[in-house]
């Protein structure tokens, strides 16, 4: 059984940086194709990085944000730099997908972590 824990999150204030991590158990990361997502209150999760065969970000996180694998510690990361207000929200790890779905669309993914809160302020 796929478990993801996130840590990291944290009240900043913009322009400034976070790195999100997710420690995995129950599989090797480098097997995995996986994701992060956030959620803001009274919105839909959207997709903000994935890394499988290669990375996609969302318009919003590029030249921003980095995803990358540790692979002997089984964890994935989100290093987030120059932060904006909009980046607040709840950031989730996600792991293995339906292949034939869109990456940044949650339904498309089968195992999640609990999140960890991100808030930026002006």
């Known amino acids: 059984q796929v478990q993801l824990v996130e840590s990291g999150g944290g009240s900043v204030q913009a322009g400034g940086s976070l790195l999100l991590s997710c420690v995995v158990s129950?599989?090797?990361?480098?097997?995995?194709?996986m994701a992060w997502f956030r959620q803001a209150p009274g919105e839909e999760r959207e997709g903000v990085a994935m890394?499988?065969?290669?990375?996609q970000f969302a318009d919003s996180a590029k030249g921003r944000f980095r995803i990358y694998k540790d692979n002997i510690n089984d964890t994935l990361y989100l290093q987030m730099d120059n932060l904006k207000v909009e980046d607040t929200g709840m950031y989730y790890c996600?792991?293995?997908?339906?292949?034939?779905?869109?990456?940044?669309?949650?339904?498309?993914?089968?195992?999640w972590g609990q999140g960890t809160q991100v808030t930026v302020s002006s």
């Open positions: 996600a792991a293995v997908r339906n292949n034939a779905a869109s990456w940044n669309v949650s339904a498309g993914w089968f195992h």
């Open positions: 890394i499988q065969f290669s990375m």
């Open positions: 129950g599989f090797y990361v480098r097997r995995l194709a």
